[in-house]
């Protein structure tokens, strides 16, 4: 019963790992498409070969988010619980930064 137990906390945790992770990817995409709207160049370098490939900048960064996403249920069916945490925290921290980035750039365009 023990072992049962175990394995349903782990697995509820994954899931809200896989539900962070999916938040993130969203805000990621937000706090894209304000720097595009910005004139900023994308940072990454895949992600920016998606953007200027396609015919629409919006269209190569759903490719990506899309490709994220399934990379996160994969990590989520193979209970990769560690693994998303740490992909969690780089990208809180990245959004962090771009939240930063896109005030600042406002204020001194002010």
Not at 9 to 25: K, P
Not at 72 to 93: D, E, H, P, S, T
Request: hydrophobic share 55%.
């Amino acid at each position: 019963m023990q072992d049962r137990t175990l394995i349903n906390d782990e697995r509820g945790r994954v899931n809200q790992l896989l539900v962070q992770y999916s938040y993130l990817q969203v805000l990621d995409f937000l706090t894209t498409i304000a720097f595009l709207l910005h004139g900023i160049e994308e940072g990454n370098p895949l992600v920016r070969y998606f953007v200027t490939a396609t015919a629409n900048p919006i269209g190569g960064l759903l490719m990506v988010k899309v490709l994220a996403v399934l990379l996160g249920l994969y990590c989520w069916r193979m209970g990769k619980a560690k693994l998303l945490a740490r992909i969690n925290i780089l990208f809180a921290v990245l959004m962090a930064w771009n939240l930063v980035a896109l005030i600042v750039g406002s204020v001194s365009r002010v």
